[in-house]
C-alpha cells in the first residue's frame, strides 16, 4: 500500500472513524492532501475577548 497503513487501520477508519494521527498523516501523504493540515493546525488571531465570545 502506498500510504503504508495496515489494511485494518484503515477498515477501523472506514467502519469508525477513529484512526491514529501517524496514520492518517501517512494517508493524507499518499492522497497529497498534507498541506489540508495546515488550516487544520492555523492560529487565528483575537484582538479582543470580545471577537472570541462572537465567533462562538
Do not use: C, H, N, P
Not at 477498515?11 to 501517524?22: A, M, P, Q, V, Y
Not at 495546515?38 to 479582543?48: H, T, V
Amino acid at each position: 500500500m502506498k500510504a503504508d497503513v495496515s489494511y485494518g487501520s484503515i477498515k477501523r477508519f472506514e467502519r469508525t472513524g477513529e484512526i491514529s494521527l501517524s496514520s492518517l498523516i501517512k494517508i493524507a501523504f499518499a492522497l497529497g492532501l498534507e498541506k489540508d493540515f495546515d488550516l487544520l493546525f492555523s492560529k487565528k488571531g483575537y484582538s479582543s475577548i470580545q471577537e472570541v465570545i462572537d465567533e462562538q
